[in-house]
């Protein structure tokens, strides 16, 4: 929001010359919840969260404003041969909004925190491929174990991982890989994080927070390229109802509305044509099939049968207004390093029902002996909307479908212990690599809600994990996802697009794979 | 017969006070026109669902979100998922009625009952049941359904116990401080003085004289009933899908108010038409059943 | 009348230590706990995050260690909120709920009272049925229609009063919400007024000093309002908790930082500390007042005395 600035200085200024015209420019963005913390170990995973610490704090690399890997801290880098050790050089200039400069010192100080068994970070896996982190993480190992160290006085942080990992640098965007303000931490302890003490190296920092309202944050004087920011501030408003922000962001009381509601938008692109933007991104919407014994979805022809039935256009167009795209795969089309996959779906409507019936029949099922299902999604509109689409469009095939639907946190918990046969899920990609979906169908993975086990397939996975090779990778890694798709290991339905309400008046905030739009980029156009 | 109420009047009442408050309910236009409307509501919803060419679960999927028309079979328009939106209405005004009618019983059984029992009885007794009274409203009753409905997953049959165990503490307070009122008046005095028993005065005295209130009360408490079922739905927390209640389309509509305002205005209207009624109705029994005018 | 006050005030100790224990239990037997996401965690962090929150320890023992906690005045840290203890949440919370609610309280008697009683003298005419309709109309609508439709109107499409937001309490930010609030206790109030005012007019004491030649506006003023107030001072309790219900979507479609919404959102994500804070919490307002409301009644009909 623009604001007209009212200084005591430039009202003095004022009488004796004709100053410029001052406009406070803040920016005033909507995010869908509130931040857990600005401790990066306690944060609980919204996608409104990383909006919010990327534009305090800055790890080794940063993103620019369309989704490429920028130098940050680190102004330089190299990695070894054998893609296991990383050696990252750290800017000079590189401070702390207190002055204090960004030392190696503050990322091992950082992920140790992080790791730190007694923090109890719910993300700190992220960081499992730096040798020892697991152990550290654990408890088995002290967190002196762990592969980061600081050499030169702290200029230089080397990295040394079990593995190697081609998105690692990837990673290092997560909030789970930024640096801590060590000195801060010791003076203060746990109260490091209280407004009055908090530092911050990203291009701004924090000076309010009003719980379920806002936080303020406004430039970080210290900020390596402070002169490029020309924000006077960023208001992040705490909106849970999504309706509520599509009115404010009418109102004109926001610049940048996220994740706008699906339904609005229609209207709103015939209405604000200009500031309605949706755009690919890394996330997939999908229904597990329990593979567990006993449960109907555990035969093949089952799962096949319902697989054929969902017609994906439908859900996408008609139910959802056009807000996903239809999906054939269960990793999301525009993946790096990746060829998105196909489920062979061949025939049109009429011949794959057919077939889907022949299946049910051959496995069993019959108007005497229908199909039943239990299926399990999480309360919310659009859920809702799709289970009941689904649950109609299997109807002809005689398979009935009790619908249950449960908060969040009991979703999870119960399709964790399996009490489903179809249950909705939805993965948004922590970092741009294919792995980061394929390994929720690995055996013994805990996201593995549905028990999918196939031993050619984790021997693929394990494979791609080892090879260095990109291209090589790509392969093993395609083809694990054509194997499970073959096995009909889930139902791929949708993919994520990212919707955003944007001020046009903004330059520097742009469409992107991952949906990431750091503040500092962003200015009023003149 | 004086115009003030005494004992006399007041047991002489008993038989026929059905039948007179019968009779004088009929000559009241806005009420009996109620009675008849509110009958024609319940009777839709109950046989509706058989007679519209549309099942609770079909989907049409030619017809997305389609506004009433008259072509297409679809008088009341289609909702976002393609099913026929008069269908969908008149079942949710089965569990939106049922609901509201199975928990206001409940609550008006055991609220005046206890309402009339702890004021008339007074002094210890009064005290340790409004106690009670008291626990219960401390415990925030909202957050006591929520809970229910977490603990025991979202069950119509919970949705009625826990919506008419709320709503039994208002009765119940408000039958009491009527009570209170009530019994220092003369007409009770003078039933103690005669011998008559507690029992009989609380059943034949007390309540019959507080009826005015209740029955305003009652007039409130269904539409209070429907809308906290409505609440249940806008958290999230109302019935299972294919199922459907007035609370849960107006929260599916009110997402569509600008889109598609025929999802919110359609169970609205049922919704509206029903709570006016029953304060006609509610209002013609006052007049009808209250002592004083007789 | 004092010592009265005192002996209730002493009987909700233990009232709140029913609430509190219902509360936790109920709490607990919820399935679901405060760390079951989306993402399944592994299971050492799983523990970690147990251990840290003493969740790992027998249900009785974390009962007693609330109650001790509690004794000290220490509502723990919230499970969700990490940089804030649920004291903090509702020291900043409440004051916003306070504010809201009673500003609506206050906008619903003042408005509720007055058209009841207008209903009541001028009953069964185009007034009456003006007023009583447009009540009607009031109850009929649940607040989360009114709500977005009050933000649509006056927020989007006229531009008068902001859309939502808190911006520190202006005047500007309270209207849409404390309106959208009130809308339905105005209704209710209103119904209940002009039926107990009507029973008051027909009551035979009234009829006396209409006999007795007093002029209808001294009959009104000094004889039928007082009485006919009783019932709403019946409902003040129920009222209150419609406002306190009524809140957590109130809060939620304007977002307003007040504490209605950590009740649910609590319950919801299963932040223990955080639903408990605000059921104790909430617990020993109600109790409060209700009694303030006990006392007014009392003040109000002289025909009621309390006993020591």
């Keep these: 929001m623009r604001k007209p600035r009212l200084i005591a200085g430039s009202l003095l200024l004022a009488s004796t010359c004709l100053a410029p015209a001052a406009f406070a420019e803040t920016l005033d963005i909507g995010v869908t919840g509130e931040l857990a913390s600005f401790d990066t170990s306690q944060v609980s995973g919204g996608v409104w969260e990383s909006q919010i610490l990327m534009d305090v704090y800055e790890g080794l690399v940063k993103k620019s404003p369309d989704g490429r890997l920028l130098p940050g801290m680190a102004t330089s880098w190299e990695v070894s041969d054998d893609g296991l050790t990383y050696t990252f050089h750290l800017r000079e200039d590189a401070a702390w909004s207190d002055g204090e400069p960004v030392t190696a010192e503050d990322f091992v100080f950082g992920w140790r925190h992080l790791l730190d068994p007694a923090n109890a970070s719910k993300y700190a896996y992220l960081l499992y491929p730096v040798a020892g982190a697991e152990a550290v993480n654990t408890g088995e190992k002290p967190p002196e174990a762990l592969g980061v160290a600081s050499l030169d006085d702290g200029r230089t942080l080397r990295v040394t991982l079990d593995a190697p990992t081609p998105y690692f640098l990837q990673q290092l965007t997560h909030y789970t890989a930024y640096p801590l303000p060590k000195h801060t931490l010791e003076r203060y302890g746990d109260d490091w994080v209280k407004l009055d003490h908090i530092v911050t190296n990203g291009a701004f920092t924090p000076v309010e927070w009003v719980s379920q309202s806002h936080i303020d944050v406004r430039p970080n004087p210290e900020y390596y390229d402070a002169d490029a920011v020309t924000l006077d501030g960023v208001t992040y408003h705490t909106i849970e109802d999504r309706n509520a922000g599509v009115s404010r962001f009418r109102a004109g009381e926001l610049d940048v509305m996220r994740e706008y509601s699906s339904s609005m938008y229609e209207l709103l692109r015939d209405e604000l044509p200009g500031a309605t933007h949706m755009s690919t991104y890394l996330g997939s919407y999908y229904y597990v099939f329990n593979h567990r014994d006993g449960h109907p979805t555990a035969d093949p022809r089952v799962r096949e049968a319902l697989n054929l039935a969902t017609r994906r256009r439908v859900l996408s167009e008609q139910i959802m207004g056009g807000t996903f795209q239809p999906a054939l795969s269960f990793v999301p089309d525009g993946i790096a390093h990746y060829d998105a996959q196909a489920m062979n779906l061949e025939g049109d409507m009429d011949a794959r029902m057919s077939r889907a019936r022949e299946l049910l029949e051959a496995a069993g099922y019959g108007p005497d002996h229908p199909l039943h299902l239990r299926l399990r999604y999480n309360t919310t509109d659009e859920h809702k909307k799709i289970a009941v689409a689904m649950a109609a469009m299997w109807r002809p095939l005689g398979v009935e479908v009790e619908m249950i639907n449960a908060e969040a946190t009991v979703h999870y918990q119960t399709i964790q212990e399996g009490d489903f046969d179809i249950a909705r899920a939805g993965w948004i990609a922590d970092y741009n690599d294919a792995e980061n979906f394929l390994t929720l169908l690995h055996t013994g993975v805990g996201n593995n809600y549905g028990a999918y086990a196939n031993p050619d397939y984790d021997a693929l996975l394990d494979r791609a994990a080892e090879t260095l090779d990109l291209d090589a990778r790509q392969q093993l890694l395609q083809r694990a996802e054509a194997l499970a798709l073959e096995d009909d290991a889930l139902i791929p339905m949708l993919y994520y697009v990212s919707r955003n309400l944007v001020n046009p008046a903004l330059e520097g905030w742009e469409d992107n794979i991952e949906d990431d739009h750091p503040s500092r980029w962003v200015h009023f156009a003149d | 017969m004086t115009s003030t109420p005494t004992t006399s009047a007041a047991s002489a009442a008993g038989d026929s006070l059905g039948r007179e408050a019968w009779r004088r309910l009929r000559q009241n236009k806005a009420a009996m026109t109620s009675l008849w409307l509110l009958g024609a509501i319940t009777l839709a919803c109950v046989a509706g669902p058989w007679l519209t060419p549309w099942g609770l679960a079909d989907v049409d999927w030619n017809a997305f979100g389609v506004a009433p028309t008259l072509d297409g079979g679809h008088w009341l328009g289609t909702d976002a998922n393609g099913r026929d939106l008069l269908t969908r209405t008149l079942h949710g005004g089965r569990v939106s009625l049922s609901v509201a009618v199975v928990a206001t019983l409940v609550s008006l059984v055991i609220g005046v009952l206890y309402g009339a029992v702890a004021g008339y009885l007074g002094g210890r007794v009064d005290n340790l049941m409004m106690r009670f009274v008291d626990i219960l409203y401390s415990l925030p009753f909202m957050f006591l359904v929520i809970l229910l409905m977490v603990v025991f997953g979202r069950n119509i049959l919970l949705i009625y116990a826990a919506i008419g165990a709320v709503e039994w503490l208002d009765m119940a307070r408000i039958v009491r401080g009527q009570t209170l009122a009530l019994k220092r008046r003369e007409f009770i005095e003078a039933a103690h003085a005669l011998g008559v028993r507690d029992r009989k005065i609380v059943t034949r005295h007390l309540i019959p004289n507080a009826i005015g209130p209740v029955i305003v009360y009652v007039t409130l408490t269904v539409p209070k009933v429907i809308l906290l079922e409505s609440f249940l739905s806008f958290l999230g927390l109302g019935v299972q899908e294919p199922l459907t209640s007035w609370g849960v389309l107006i929260s599916e509509g009110t997402d569509m108010m600008q889109t598609a305002p025929w999802m919110l205005l359609v169970p609205s209207v049922f919704l509206a038409l029903t709570l006016f009624c029953l304060n006609f109705l509610g209002d013609g029994l006052r007049d009808a059943l209250d002592p004083k005018t007789r | ?308």
């Design chain 3, 1 to 308: 009348m004092l010592s009265y006050a005192f002996k209730r005030l002493l009987q909700a100790i233990p009232t709140l230590l029913i609430v509190i224990t219902l509360a936790f239990f109920l709490m607990r037997v919820a399935p679901g706990g405060p760390f079951d996401g989306e993402r399944a965690l592994p299971p050492d962090i799983e523990a970690n995050l147990m251990a840290a929150y003493h969740l790992d320890e027998p249900l009785p023992q974390q009962y007693l260690r609330y109650l001790g906690d509690l004794l000290q005045g220490d509502f723990g840290p919230s499970f969700k909120y990490k940089d804030f203890s649920v004291t903090d949440l509702i020291q900043q919370g409440f004051p916003v709920s306070l504010e809201i609610g009673g500003l609506a309280i206050l906008l619903a008697l003042a408005l509720g009272l007055p058209l009841g009683v207008i209903a009541a003298l001028k009953r069964n005419s185009a007034v009456d049925y003006a007023v009583m309709g447009t009540a009607l109309a009031g109850i009929a609508i649940p607040n989360f229609v009114v709500a977005p439709l009050l933000a649509l109107v006056f927020g989007v499409i006229l531009s008068w009063l902001p859309a939502g937001g808190w911006n520190g309490g202006a005047l500007p930010n309270l209207v849409l919400p404390v309106l959208a609030l009130s809308i339905q206790q105005i209704a209710y109030i209103a119904r209940i007024m002009r039926a107990s005012m009507i029973e008051v007019l027909g009551s035979h004491y009234i009829r006396t000093a209409r006999a007795k030649g007093l002029s209808e506006r001294l009959v009104v003023w000094r004889h039928a309002i007082r009485p006919a107030l009783l019932p709403v001072v019946s409902y003040l309790g129920p009222a209150i908790a419609g406002i306190i219900t009524g809140s957590v979507v109130i809060e939620q479609i304007f977002g307003i930082p007040g504490i209605g919404r950590y009740f649910v959102q609590g319950a919801l994500n299963r932040d223990y500390t955080l639903v408990m804070g605000t059921v104790v919490f909430y617990g020993a307002l109600i109790v409060l007042l209700n009694l303030i409301v006990d006392l007014l009644y009392s003040a109000l009909d002289p025909q009621i005395r309390y006993d020591d």
